[in-house]
């Protein structure tokens, strides 16, 4: 499969941005797989944005819950990240993860969500 990210940019602190994440040439098996967002800013350990479940459960990690939301669309294979209440430390490379039933994982390049006035 192929991971691909956009989305990613100038925020404002306060403001809006959307991700999304398209996972190429996995229809067959797109809808039974887990999909995550994860971050790593500079200096930092990667970690968990939120990420959905098969059946549509969703885990968010402490710094994105109340503000981010993240949803899946089988039929396109995407999975889109909402976040909403900008802060500067939302400034990270933030990357797609596609996780199989059978635990067969990849990850996507990143791309890269800036939050400054």
């Known amino acids: 499969v192929q991971i691909v990210e956009s989305g990613g940019g100038l925020g404002q602190p306060g403001g809006s941005l959307g991700l999304s994440c398209k996972v190429f040439?996995?229809?067959?098996?797109?809808?039974?797989?887990?999909v995550g967002w994860y971050r790593q800013a500079p200096g930092r350990e990667r970690e968990l944005v939120a990420r959905?479940?098969?059946?549509?459960?969703?885990i968010y990690g402490d710094s994105a819950k109340g503000r981010f939301a993240i949803s899946r669309d089988n039929d396109k294979q995407t999975v889109n990240l909402q976040m909403d209440k900008l802060k500067p430390e939302d400034t990270a490379m933030y990357f797609c993860?596609?996780?199989?039933?059978?635990?067969?994982?990849?990850w996507g390049h990143g791309t890269h969500v800036t939050v400054s006035s």
């Open positions: 993860n596609f996780r199989t039933q059978t635990g067969w994982m990849h």
């Open positions: 040439d996995s229809e067959r098996f797109f809808d039974a797989a887990t």
């Open positions: 959905i479940t098969d059946d549509g459960r969703t």
